[in-house]
């Protein structure tokens, strides 16, 4: 359906999953910039599995990896459920302010 860049959410969870060192941690922020794109729409997961053929777990998965590297912190419920969708709603609506505070710019 529609593409971030040149490359799809399908093309950058594939690109992820091969990478390693510090090109994995790149992959996996375009991936989840990406995915952050569409975090909107509802039902999330569904959207992007039938939109890009892209699994909630290839996402998850980068939001995790992310946060064990320090590169991001996953907002947690009250009883400490991970919230991964309100994770990529702040990366949409403050990609600059996000990327500051992490000293990435």
Known sequence: MREFGNMGLKTLAKLYRVARGDEKVARAWELVRAA???????????????????????????????????????????????LYVSTLKDIRKNPVRLDRWLGLT
């Open 36 to 82: 952050a794109r569409y975090s909107l729409r509802e039902p999330y997961w569904d959207f992007l599995r039938e939109n890009f053929e892209v699994r909630a777990e290839e996402v998850k998965d980068a939001l995790r990896f992310l946060e064990e590297t320090g590169e991001l912190q996953i907002k947690r419920s009250i009883d400490g459920k991970r």
